[in-house]
């Protein structure tokens, strides 16, 4: 079988290690893929938004299956236009993508049908944004309503803060037109979690929780990036948190895109905070989550291409998904100065019994050798029977990876362990 892989980055290697442990899988093409990823696929210079490109590499190359991984893709409708080639897929179709693409429409959809969320206004208009601020409890979120790189969201301390952020997003269009309309929604309190699932409309199979880092700089602070490091699973989701989970988000929001006629098939990934009044929904992903991607499936002890054909096919009830023993570490080793600048273009040495461990996000290949070309360069994920086990080995292994301006938090899983405690 050969498949078509969309998109560039470390969840997309993490995807592709993991389907070439089908021994059915003949070649995986990606698109575009990246420096790392020509180790275990054949990239093409085809970006991940060039729909069209897209197409006429399918019409050329005909693979067998496609996995569609980003969001901009999915909610410009790849799916849609694979499919239509007759290229079975996995990932959503625009219209279930819309719960990614809009967070008025996903804030909206969870208040029409009871799914507990932040309580929330939406605003297009300025103004009228500026002016609820000056009454507004805070600290409040600000949302920008379409897709910004995972950046679209402004925890706003003060009142002053939050006007900035409205402004900056409104009459400054730091995130384009995906500011155009925002989301304004009470702060809510307590620890995160990250769950991913397999979905086809029909059942929803959670994978095993994880913990994001998003901030740069250890102890959580300094400024958001697309996440410094991910632990799994996460001790804050207990037996009851899950039971509470899937009964008042997963099958209900399951249940509300179907009622939508937007049926969601693919890899539905619910943003979560444990709250002292029970799990609620901070955001929805329709795909998989970045870094998360990188702990959880090398914890998956079933087939995926096998799981995610069944959820294309809509019999995802009739698989049998097994989840390992143990925990996993992902530490993300970047170019220092991300997310704001940083230099590119250093030769990456990986000794080769770390290289199995290695997700690959943004490095190019130079004359032969990989060098950096992006913010976050690398994830070091280790898989160990305890959480304590499995940072330690991801950071013995990550000393050992040399790259000029290697810069990573030192503290990726501590609140996990301190939990655990």
């Given at each position: 079988m050969n498949i078509l892989v969309i998109g560039g980055g470390g969840r997309e290697h993490a995807i592709i290690k993991k389907l070439r442990e089908n021994a059915g899988v003949e070649k995986i093409w990606a698109l575009p893929g990246n420096g790392g990823i020509a180790a275990d696929a054949e990239c093409f210079p085809v970006k991940a938004t060039d729909i069209e490109g897209i197409k006429a590499f399918a019409k050329e190359h005909k693979p067998d299956y496609a996995v569609v991984a980003p969001d901009d893709p999915l909610v410009m409708g790849c799916v849609d236009e694979l499919t239509n080639l007759g290229i079975p897929c996995f990932g959503p179709n625009a219209a279930a993508a819309v719960i990614e693409g809009s967070k008025v429409f996903s804030k909206n959809l969870m208040k029409k049908y009871g799914i507990p969320t932040?309580?929330?206004?939406?605003?297009?208009?300025?103004?009228?944004?500026?002016?609820?601020?000056?009454?507004?409890?805070?600290?409040?979120?600000?949302?920008?309503?379409?897709?910004?790189?995972?950046?679209?969201?402004?925890?706003?301390?003060?009142?002053?803060?939050?006007?900035?952020?409205?402004?900056?997003?409104?009459?400054?269009?730091?995130?384009?037109?995906?500011?155009?309309?925002?989301v304004i929604e009470e702060f809510l309190e307590g620890p995160e979690v990250s769950v991913l699932?397999?979905?086809?409309?029909?059942?929803?199979?959670?994978?095993?929780?994880?913990?994001?880092?998003?901030?740069?700089?250890?102890?959580?602070t300094g400024l958001n990036t697309g996440g410094m490091g991910t632990v799994a699973p996460n001790p804050y989701y207990t037996d009851e948190v899950a039971a509470r989970c899937m009964e008042e988000i997963f099958i209900p929001t399951m249940n509300a895109m179907n009622a939508e006629g937007r049926t969601f098939k693919g890899c539905l990934y619910f943003g979560l905070m444990v709250t002292a009044d029970g799990p609620k929904v901070i955001e929805y992903n329709c795909r998989f989550g970045d870094p998360e991607t990188q702990v959880v499936l090398p914890l998956?002890?079933?087939?995926?291409?096998?799981?995610?054909?069944?959820?294309?096919?809509?019999?995802?009830?009739?698989?049998?998904v097994k989840w390992k023993d143990g925990s996993a570490c992902c530490v993300v080793a970047a170019s220092d100065g991300y997310p704001v600048s940083y230099q590119k273009g250093y030769e990456i040495d990986i000794p080769d019994d770390v290289l199995p461990h290695v997700y690959v996000a943004g490095a190019a290949l130079e004359d032969g050798e990989l060098v950096t070309s992006g913010g976050r360069v690398l994830g070091v994920t280790a898989v160990a029977p305890t959480l304590a086990e499995a940072v330690e080995e991801s950071y013995d292994m990550l000393d050992r990876i040399e790259f000029a301006n290697k810069y990573y938090r030192v503290d990726i899983g501590q609140r996990a362990l301190k939990a655990l405690r």
């Amino acid at each position: 079988m050969n498949i078509l892989v969309i998109g560039g980055g470390g969840r997309e290697h993490a995807i592709i290690k993991k389907l070439r442990e089908n021994a059915g899988v003949e070649k995986i093409w990606a698109l575009p893929g990246n420096g790392g990823i020509a180790a275990d696929a054949e990239c093409f210079p085809v970006k991940a938004t060039d729909i069209e490109g897209i197409k006429a590499f399918a019409k050329e190359h005909k693979p067998d299956y496609a996995v569609v991984a980003p969001d901009d893709p999915l909610v410009m409708g790849c799916v849609d236009e694979l499919t239509n080639l007759g290229i079975p897929c996995f990932g959503p179709n625009a219209a279930a993508a819309v719960i990614e693409g809009s967070k008025v429409f996903s804030k909206n959809l969870m208040k029409k049908y009871g799914i507990p969320t932040a309580r929330y206004q939406t605003f297009d208009d300025m103004g009228d944004a500026l002016y609820y601020l000056e009454s507004a409890p805070v600290p409040t979120v600000i949302k920008a309503d379409g897709l910004a790189l995972g950046k679209g969201v402004i925890i706003a301390e003060t009142r002053e803060e939050a006007m900035d952020a409205v402004r900056s997003m409104m009459a400054d269009h730091k995130f384009g037109e995906s500011g155009d309309r925002i989301v304004i929604e009470e702060f809510l309190e307590g620890p995160e979690v990250s769950v991913l699932s397999f979905t086809d409309g029909k059942t929803v199979v959670p994978m095993v929780s994880s913990m994001d880092h998003k901030r740069a700089g250890d102890g959580d602070t300094g400024l958001n990036t697309g996440g410094m490091g991910t632990v799994a699973p996460n001790p804050y989701y207990t037996d009851e948190v899950a039971a509470r989970c899937m009964e008042e988000i997963f099958i209900p929001t399951m249940n509300a895109m179907n009622a939508e006629g937007r049926t969601f098939k693919g890899c539905l990934y619910f943003g979560l905070m444990v709250t002292a009044d029970g799990p609620k929904v901070i955001e929805y992903n329709c795909r998989f989550g970045d870094p998360e991607t990188q702990v959880v499936l090398p914890l998956l002890d079933s087939d995926l291409l096998t799981i995610m054909q069944a959820v294309t096919e809509e019999r995802l009830a009739d698989v049998e998904v097994k989840w390992k023993d143990g925990s996993a570490c992902c530490v993300v080793a970047a170019s220092d100065g991300y997310p704001v600048s940083y230099q590119k273009g250093y030769e990456i040495d990986i000794p080769d019994d770390v290289l199995p461990h290695v997700y690959v996000a943004g490095a190019a290949l130079e004359d032969g050798e990989l060098v950096t070309s992006g913010g976050r360069v690398l994830g070091v994920t280790a898989v160990a029977p305890t959480l304590a086990e499995a940072v330690e080995e991801s950071y013995d292994m990550l000393d050992r990876i040399e790259f000029a301006n290697k810069y990573y938090r030192v503290d990726i899983g501590q609140r996990a362990l301190k939990a655990l405690r």
